[in-house]
């Protein structure tokens, strides 16, 4: 028998590789991650510094005993601008030991550079917060310090214990306020893997007991570095920082040794999506089917809005397809998400809805709260991931339980709605009569040419949807010719052969037609008669027809108004023989009036009738002689000419 693909050993063991390749992408073990290693000498890092404080102490003040500390400055700020605060050593001549058990933390820096730092440190804790859904904030407890070989004089230093905390604005002081918070201690995961994979170091993970105390940890630290000859602990080492746990989680996650009996990689989806791909699978719809057919009101459940895609989508996840659903923002991605989590419950079955940034968990989980459905979701993120919370919110959930809620009643009025909105958009589509169009598509046309500002038709209706689509499309095409030609000939009514072609004419619509032609023929030869006139009194050969007439029009409607001249000059224009030579000087003056509007903006009225050509050979023998232009004449042609100007702006030039 042939050996199957999932038997052959080299396929058996290549989940695993993808695994182990894609858990190292996930390990941050360089000295750039703070988790590995922490420059506590800097001044301007986004941490704080805790100084003259034992750890023992602060972890039973904020955990044992859940109390909240407040922060001191002991350092001094400086007077100038810089907003680097001034530090001190933390040193003290007179040291009280009451100090290790109040509530205060000590600080080295002066009282503004700390507010100033707290504040920075509580804004950008709720902004990871409220984008991510975890904590990042921490008060480490114990620095390693550590160096990568024997060689080395680079020391490095690693938080070991680190203590889940938020700032909390003191409304009384106006200042911030340190508290844990209810979540598990965590140990630095990203160090364990650095140790265990460059020096076969194992540390253990913190192991809470009731007794337990960050003294306990850092001596089993200290035996299992013990062989590292520099290597030292500063137990009461403390700093509030940032640290990132995530990508560690994951690597732990997807090691298949933590999970029984290879559940990991045998999964048919893990196998599927990193190595063996997925079959092919028959569409559970398509692009003909009418989906009120295959989705009955009875058989869905949306408790928000969804459209048809939407319900293809709800509706291949409840059959446990396994798809990808992408789209921009705004096309109800969350609103779909929010309809399979109420219909998979719904179906008896359990969801596990993860997202990279809080605000999709939040929009979901506000659709599911607004519909009634809180009780199905248990949040497990921000603050609401601690024990206590998560056993609130399970009793809770487990009280409601108990009551018997009211059955929503039979979806027959749904159904009912549907199909009348079925059968309009079935008759809204239907051809209508012969036409081959439906009411849409007329509709259609209506809109779009009311849109075009196209004034209505004025044919009558009748019977228009008797007209099959082929001669509606031959008699829309003549209708247009006939437009077009009525665009060139103009009114029917006042064509001058309207009526050539008719050849019944009664007698008494001859004797009226010859009446009229009589008293047309006198108006025509009248016409003739004033155009021979006209033109014979301006002295032009123009042919008599009616293109002439409205040449003529327009030369009397000049002579009605002509310009300011002198009436003997005007006599003069009119018996002038030589039109020619008139024509000439009218165009040269139009021409001329054209430059001096033009040029208005630069010379004084007065210099359009100012004789300036005694000026131009002393002005130009003064642009090639420098000499020139120390005489009197250049000098005084040049002042001549900047008083015709309207500004200073060419005189310059002229008069060098």
């Not at 989906?291 to 009875?298: F, N, S």
């Not at 991931?385 to 018997?404: F, Q, S």
Request: charged share 25%; net charge negative.
């Amino acid at each position: 028998m042939e050996e199957s693909s999932k038997d052959k050993p080299h396929q058996r063991t290549s989940p695993l590789k993808l695994f182990e390749e894609t858990r190292k992408l996930l390990v941050e073990t360089g000295t750039r991650n703070r988790l590995v290693h922490v420059n506590r000498q800097s001044r301007r890092s986004n941490a704080l510094d805790i100084i003259n404080e034992r750890s023992d102490d602060i972890y039973r003040i904020l955990v044992n005993s859940g109390r909240t500390m407040r922060f001191l400055a002991t350092g001094r700020d400086k007077e100038n601008e810089s907003d680097t605060p001034n530090l001190t050593d933390g040193s003290d001549s007179v040291f009280d030991q009451d100090r290790y058990t109040d509530n205060q933390l000590e600080t080295r820096l002066g009282s503004d550079g700390l507010q100033k730092r707290l504040l920075k440190l509580a804004r950008d804790a709720k902004t990871a917060e409220e984008e991510q859904g975890v904590n990042i904030l921490y008060l480490a407890l114990g620095f390693l310090t550590w160096y990568e070989d024997d060689t080395s004089s680079m020391k490095r230093e690693a938080p070991l214990v680190l203590l889940p905390v938020e700032l909390i604005r003191n409304k009384r002081t106006l200042t911030y306020d340190l508290k844990a918070r209810e979540e598990d201690i965590v140990t630095n995961l990203p160090l364990q893997e650095r140790l265990k994979g460059d020096f076969g170091i194992q540390l253990s993970d913190i192991d809470i007991a009731d007794d337990w105390l960050p003294s306990r940890y850092f001596d089993a630290v200290a035996d299992v570095t013990a062989s590292r000859s520099r290597w030292t602990i500063d137990r009461d080492g403390m700093q509030l920082g940032f640290f990132s746990f995530s990508k560690l989680l994951m690597f732990r996650d997807l090691d298949p040794r933590n999970w029984p009996e290879n559940t990991l990689e045998n999964h048919e989806l893990t196998s599927g999506l990193l190595y063996e791909g997925f079959e092919s699978e028959e569409p559970m719809f398509v692009t003909e089917d009418n989906l009120d057919e295959k989705l009955p009101p009875a058989s869905l459940f949306h408790v928000v809005d969804a459209d048809a895609s939407q319900a293809k989508v709800i509706e291949e996840v409840r059959s446990g397809r396994n798809l990808v659903v992408q789209g921009p923002p705004g096309t109800g991605k969350s609103q779909t998400i929010a309809n399979i989590i109420a219909a998979t419950v719904r179906d008896g079955k359990t969801v596990m809805f993860v997202a990279e940034k809080m605000a999709a968990l939040s929009v979901v989980h506000k659709r599911l709260v607004d519909v009634g459905l809180a009780d199905i979701c248990l949040e497990l993120h921000s603050k609401t991931a601690n024990k206590k919370a998560v056993l609130g919110e399970l009793a809770r959930t487990l009280n409601a339980a108990r009551a018997i809620p009211e059955m929503p009643p039979s979806p027959s009025r749904l159904h009912e709605s549907r199909d009348q909105l079925n059968r309009i958009a079935s008759e809204l589509h239907n051809s209508v009569g012969h036409s081959g169009d439906s009411a849409f598509s007329a509709l259609s046309q209506q809109v779009r040419y009311m849109g075009r500002g196209t004034p209505p038709p004025k044919l009558k209706p009748d019977g228009l949807d008797n007209i099959p689509k082929k001669d509606a499309d031959w008699l829309a095409t003549k209708i247009e010719e006939y437009g077009a030609a009525l665009e060139v000939a103009g009114s029917l009514t006042e064509h001058p052969f309207l009526g050539t072609e008719r050849f019944d004419l009664q007698p008494t619509d001859l004797a009226r037609l010859r009446i009229n032609l009589d008293e047309a023929s006198k108006i025509a030869s009248a016409l003739a008669d004033a155009i021979e006139t006209t033109s014979g009194a301006l002295g032009l050969k123009t042919d008599i027809n009616l293109a002439s007439v409205s040449l003529l029009i327009e030369q009397l409607q000049r002579l009605a108004n002509p310009p300011e001249l002198d009436d003997a000059l005007l006599a003069q224009f009119l018996v002038l023989k030589a039109k020619n030579r008139l024509q000439d000087g009218l165009r040269i003056g139009a021409e001329w009036q054209a430059v001096r509007a033009e040029n208005a903006a630069f010379f004084v009225d007065a210099a359009w009738s100012t004789d300036v050509t005694v000026l131009r050979p002393l002005l130009v023998a003064g642009q090639f002689s420098f000499f020139t232009r120390w005489r009197s004449a250049y000098r005084q042609a040049s002042r001549q000419l900047a008083s015709l100007l309207t500004g200073p702006s060419l005189s310059p030039l002229l008069i060098g």
